[in-house]
């Protein structure tokens, strides 16, 4: 659920709906923009008409890891592979699918190469919803992962992500793992 709202600036009045969306939807913001702004039962209430300006305000504090993610997530869909490979420390473990995994920085740019590919390189990854646990260097992110592509539908999944901090205190993923608990079901994990 996200709580938008719109304010005028002037009179203070507010209009405000909640909606049911994953990470960032522009049709969704689109909607509640036209919403806010189209003609009211009262002549009177300030939010109708087009606006002379329109401030948008974001979440300000959002934790690193948050960006890092956000920065991998439009380096897979960029498939900008030199980007997405110094988020992994050298010795990263990405998990391709139950049973298979890739270790280190070359696996797992042969990996996301032959992921790209898969998906006829129209593969889409965001998140909808993370936490984020922190314990000194080491911080453990469970997020609701919404992935799509031409030639599949989107599918949220559960994943969990190992990040460590390297030696400059820069954070490095160490385990990638979108699957999260289906790997009990695989006995070869």
Known sequence: ???????????GVAYQEYRCVYGEDVVAALRFLFNAMTAKTSPDFPL??????IYC??????????LLIE???????????DTLMDIYCHDAVLVIKPGMNASGKVEIRKAMEAIAAHF??????????????????????????VVSASNMPAMVRNATYVFAKDSSGEWRCKIDNSYEHELLLHENA
């Open 120 to 145: 006829s390189h129209t593969l889409h990854v965001q998140q909808a919803g993370m936490k984020i646990l922190e314990a000194g260097d080491t911080a453990l992110v469970i997020a609701k992962t």
């Open 57 to 66: 305000v974001q979440k300000m504090n959002r934790h690193p890891l948050e």
């Open 1 to 11: 659920m996200r709580n938008q709202y719109i304010v005028d600036d002037r009179s």
């Open 48 to 53: 109708q008409g087009i606006p002379l300006m």
């Open 71 to 81: 920065k991998a997530d439009h380096a897979i869909i960029q498939e900008d592979f």
